[in-house]
């Protein structure tokens, strides 16, 4: 078990930089081919004659020509299974053909399956080591799974001046896209230029590097149109001309323009597959399902080996099942077919709900009471604290199963983000999806509202550390749990690395150095936001997000806003990290010894020892309150004593300084009732529907204590969940809905309720009583 | 061995019966055993013994001490066993019940079930050959152990009701049904009809959800996944009682408090006869009719708690 909420959040596609990366299109062969009649249908194709290319292909499938022939020309007709024979029959004819076992592998990297793909590149090199397109092949394929070795071997073929032109321009192509991944710019150029002079008059070896400059443009938020049309004008029908630059928008969070860009390449090249498939994404990002449903099927029509897009395509279809609420609800978007008017808390201008919510049907009931009402504060929140109004209605999607909320947010399963936010879409977890981890849902859906506004606010003009920055210090500062929570895995990383400089920290999100970075580059992004707010001010950080929706950069931005240099900000940055948390992290051995202490003592049952040493660990950080929390094992010690009071008072103080392990705190809320703690207990219960909203026992228990209070509606509502929840004990459910319902004085209802609570339990004496009560007011 | 507050054991002697099943028979009887089989780890035998008194306390409410034979540790072993059996064959009358409730762990090797006690451990071949020579019209056998699931095709031909806690052998994990199975007894939000009587099926219905509950909240892949086979018509689940909620002294009945219950045993039996006709009826008219009969149940459970001095809460 482990609490999670946090930092498996992303603010788009980032993590899928190498993959979304992979081939843009028909990939050129880069000197890998030698045959004449081969290369004549290639230079047609790559110079936009696709129709004669197209002919010329077909002209070499016919048994005069080579069987490696025949298998380039059919798959550069797009018939890929059968190159796959063709080239299985050319290999089995000249095995030794190291050459011809670098082309099959690239078919199969061209079908998505790479180890397949570096088998056949693995043999190549055994046949001849030499082979500078298996290694280059090799490293291309490495880089795509995020293997830090494939750089180096890119660099190693760019410095053997041996190794044919084409392997050292697509070496440096591969390495200048990787800078500006990075926003290296200045070694991208650097990358660039030299591929340009290794060119030469080759201009088809300039296609993808005027691609890349046009991708270099977007990165320093210039026009890229100079080298699109340089581009173009090499080959018409290129379309990587502007799905490159449309890449390098997306992963700046600028959706817009990538759209308007992979729809141009689309435009100029129908059969860019990819470009179709990252074209289909951002509509979905955008929150258009239909013309990203139209962009997928077009993609798989013409690449059905890509499991991204079968992956997508389930997840559409199921994205079609989803039940869709607006709210304020009876605003006009919040049905089919309702005609816009004045509703109350509706913009009379936009005249568009404030929030969309797509649920799973199964959830629904029971997850929209509590994501409506937490989404719409959490919109009030950030309005007012940024003084932005959205011009659009937020979207927020919770997915019962992890996988399809990862495919939903990078296209394939497998990575442990709990939360993205694309603008005014916000996709997330549903608690089902972490079952058995306490996972806070409350404060991932007000992590991911946060960036709905640093996104919007700043035009999608932000660095990813910023608005990861607002995210964290907004759940510290008003999110659900209002605590600064590092953990503590952040701190031991603290010990022997440092921060990042506030220029570079983007780079500690996308291209992670040692095993932590990323979360501890959330902490710090986090703690910078929270410095500015104590030392300048909150208004400051408003200040700032305003200054980069201008287009100002980060040192742009520090200087404009905080009077500061980038170096001067990092030096006052640590040293309040320092006064915050450097007596901490001093510590850090000493409490794990003493955590360590309190738990062993507590399993021999030692409770005087864990005792001690709880409270120790307590006083020595007492705002840490994850799930191996030592208020947890000191209250367990307490039991262990039968000192249930004392042990209610610690948990009283583990949950009042945010602690939400769900076990403990529901019998915390049972004790607070016990003790006619109303009002505290109904506290702890609602925090909880945070963490466990599928709960019934929670659900029966806090509407038991609202109706007790005289709080029937809010009973009502948590007795419709419970009802959600298909009870076994339905009699007990109806008859809370029916005693409800009674003190709402919907009389009618309410003895519906009971009659269907006594249909079940005839002998249910509470549920007569009721009735009787009911029809002697009726 | 923990202590258990009921005689530990009666070998092969049938001391007294009591009406089990809710079906009113004056002299009907059930006999009832409880083994506890092996624990083998602390963690499990402490599991076993608690599910062994939750479940023995329960029953005795219901069968009474003398009727109740629960075998534990060296006491559990096969021969006292089937000496029980022997019993019942000798002493059980034509409408009396059997019911045989197994703690503990099972194995099974893809040929037989074995139920892990000291000694040699019990069969399937044992547990056939045990309730096949008692002559009675119920027989109930609740097993809560790993591959339990085993029986459900040996005995689907018997004319036994099997509560399992697998689904087939093959599901060889320790179980968690027993432990959610033995709370069902304890627990209010068991009774669902909430006559304060906990039945085979209510038990089963509660453990059968809070199993499957527990294996979701913690992302775990259910390893377990309990069956209850009846024959025939299925009636006796919902007939059998396990526990009692509420105090069930009738000795000191009055005339007028007997009356009493006859009036609301009819009025039962009207509302049973009315949801049989629901299909029938418009939602409507069966609201209104059976609204009309629970007021009648109501005025005689009023006058019931006025005679008992019970507030009926």
Not at chain 1, 519 to 539: D, H, T
Not at chain 1, 643 to 670: C, H, P
Not at chain 1, 731 to 741: K, M, P, Q, S, V
């Amino acid at each position: 078990m482990a609490n999670k909420h946090l930092y498996g959040c992303c603010l788009t596609l980032i993590l899928c930089f190498s993959a979304c990366f992979n081939a843009y299109a028909r990939e050129y062969h880069y000197g890998a081919l030698e045959n004449p009649d081969l290369l004549q249908c290639e230079d047609l194709h790559w110079s936009g004659e696709l129709s004669a290319a197209k002919s010329c292909f077909r002209g070499l499938i016919n048994a005069s020509q080579p069987l490696f022939v025949q298998a380039e020309a059919i798959w550069a007709l797009g018939d890929r299974k059968t190159a796959n024979s063709r080239f299985s029959a050319a290999s089995k004819a000249e095995p030794s053909n190291s050459r011809l076992l670098v082309r099959w592998g690239a078919l199969y990297a061209d079908t998505y399956q790479s180890q397949e793909a570096l088998n056949l590149f693995s043999e190549a090199l055994q046949l001849d080591p030499d082979n500078a397109y298996a290694r280059l092949a090799t490293a291309e394929i490495l880089l795509e799974s995020g293997g830090t070795d494939a750089l180096e071997q890119f660099a190693a073929l760019i410095e053997d001046r041996s190794m044919p032109v084409g392997v050292r321009v697509k070496a440096n192509i591969a390495l200048a896209r990787v800078a500006l991944q990075r926003d290296e710019s200045e070694r991208a150029d650097t990358l660039l230029d030299d591929a340009a002079n290794l060119a030469g008059n080759d201009i088809t070896l300039l296609l993808a590097n005027y691609a890349m400059r046009a991708g270099r443009a977007v990165r320093a938020r210039e026009d890229p149109d100079e080298w699109i049309t340089r581009a173009l004008d090499i080959n018409p029908a290129y379309g990587d001309a502007y799905a490159i630059p449309a890449y390098f928008y997306m992963i700046t969070f600028r959706y817009d323009e990538t759209g308007e860009y992979y729809q141009r390449a689309v435009d100029v090249q129908a059969d860019h597959w990819e470009a179709h498939l990252s074209l289909a994404a951002n509509h979905l990002r955008q929150n258009r399902p239909t013309p990203a449903r139209e962009h997928y099927e077009l993609a798989y029509a013409g690449d059905p080996f890509n499991p991204e897009l079968v992956n997508s395509l389930r997840l559409l279809d199921y994205y079609d099942t989803f039940s869709v609420t607006s709210y304020p609800e009876h605003s006009p978007g919040s049905s089919p077919g309702s005609s816009p008017g004045n509703s109350p808390g509706i913009d009379e201008e936009r005249l568009l709900p404030d929030l969309s919510l797509r649920l799973d049907t199964e959830e629904k009931e029971v997850l929209a009471p509590y994501a409506s009402r937490l989404a719409l504060k959490a919109l009030d929140t950030f309005s007012d604290r940024y003084g932005f109004e959205l011009k659009q209605t937020a979207t927020i999607e919770i997915y019962p199963n992890h996988d399809d909320f990862i495919v939903r947010a990078l296209g394939m399963p497998g990575t442990a983000l709990l939360g993205v936010a694309f603008g005014y879409v916000v996709a997330m977890d549903s608690p089902n999806a972490q079952a058995g981890e306490d996972y806070h849902w409350g404060t991932t859906l007000w992590h991911e509202v946060a960036h709905i506004f640093t996104l919007e606010a700043s035009k999608h003009n932000i660095p990813r550390w910023f608005s990861e920055g607002v995210s964290v210090f907004e759940e510290w500062n008003t999110g659900p749990i209002k605590t600064i929570r590092i953990p503590l895995h952040v701190l031991e990383s603290l010990r022997t690395q440092e921060f990042l400089p506030i220029a570079e920290l983007d780079s500690g999100f996308v291209q992670p150095e040692y095993q932590n970075q990323v979360i501890v580059s959330y902490m710090q992004a986090g703690l910078i936001c929270e410095f500015v707010k104590r030392n300048f001010g909150f208004p400051k950080l408003v200040d700032m997000l305003n200054a980069y929706g201008d287009g100002v950069d980060t040192p742009g931005v520090v200087k404009e806003v905080l009077g500061l240099s980038t170096g001067d900000f990092d030096v006052q940055f640590s040293e309040f990290f320092t006064t915050e948390f450097g007596e901490q992290i001093k510590q850090l051995d000493e409490w794990r010894a003493v955590q360590v202490q309190a738990n062993k003592a507590l399993s021999d049952e030692s409770w005087d020892s864990a005792l001690e040493a709880a409270q120790q660990a307590i006083d020595m950080m007492p705002a840490y309150i994850e799930v191996d929390s030592p208020y947890l094992t000191k209250a367990r010690a307490l039991v262990g004593q039968e000192n249930i009071d004392a042990q209610m008072v610690t948990l009283e103080t583990f949950w009042r300084n945010g602690g939400y392990e769900a076990t403990s705190l529901f019998a915390l809320a049972k004790y607070l009732q016990e003790q006619d703690r109303f009002d505290d207990a109904i506290k702890v219960l609602q925090s909880q529907l945070l963490v466990a909203p599928f709960d019934l026992e929670l659900h029966f228990l806090l509407g038991d204590i609202l109706l007790q209070r005289e709080r029937a509606s809010e009973a009502l509502t948590e007795y419709q969940v419970a009802l959600a929840l298909n009870p076994l004990d339905k009699a007990a459910a109806h008859y809370r809905l029916g005693n409800a319902l009674y003190q709402l004085g919907d009389l009618e209802q309410s003895r519906h309720n009971v009659l269907t609570a006594l249909d079940a339990a005839p002998h249910y004496r509470p549920a007569q009583k009721l009735l009787k009560s009911i029809l002697g007011n009726l | 061995m923990s202590a258990l507050h009921i005689r530990s054991v009666v070998t092969g002697s049938i001391v007294g019966m009591l009406l089990l099943l809710n079906t009113p028979s004056a002299s009907a009887e059930t006999h009832t055993l409880l083994v506890q089989g092996l624990g083998g780890e602390a963690w499990y035998q402490r599991q076993f013994d608690e599910q062994a008194d939750t479940i023995g306390e329960a029953l005795k409410s219901v069968v009474g001490e003398p009727q109740l034979t629960i075998l534990r540790g060296s006491d559990a072993n096969r021969q006292v066993v089937m000496d029980w059996f022997d019993g019942i064959a000798v002493n059980a009358d034509d409408d009396d019940s059997a019911l045989v409730v197994l703690i503990g762990h099972g194995t099974f090797d893809d040929v037989e079930y074995k139920f892990n006690i000291p000694g040699p451990d019990l069969s399937f071949s044992d547990l056939q050959q045990g309730f096949s020579q008692i002559n009675v019209p119920a027989k109930v056998l609740i097993n809560t152990s790993s591959s339990s699931g085993a029986l459900l095709d040996a005995l689907k031909e018997e004319p036994i009701t099997l509560l399992t806690a697998t689904k087939n052998g093959r599901e060889r994990n320790a179980t968690r049904f027993g432990r959610f199975f033995a709370r069902a007894f304890v627990e209010t939000a068991a009774d669902l009809d909430k006559n304060q009587k906990i039945s085979l099926q209510e038990a089963f219905d509660y453990a059968e959800r809070a199993t499957n509950d527990f294996y979701e909240s913690e992302g775990l892949l259910a390893t377990e996944h309990a069956f209850l086979q009846q024959p025939g018509e299925g009636q006796i689940a919902g007939r059998m009682t396990l526990a009692n909620l509420g105090s069930q002294d009738d000795s000191m009945q009055s005339p007028e408090l007997i009356a009493l219950f006859e009036q609301r045993d009819q009025l039962d039996l009207r509302i049973e006869s009315l949801r049989l006709r629901r299909i029938g009826m418009g939602e409507q008219d069966y609201e209104y009719v059976f609204q009309i009969l629970m007021l009648d149940l109501i005025m005689v459970q009023d006058e019931i708690d006025l005679l008992d001095g019970v507030n009926g809460e």
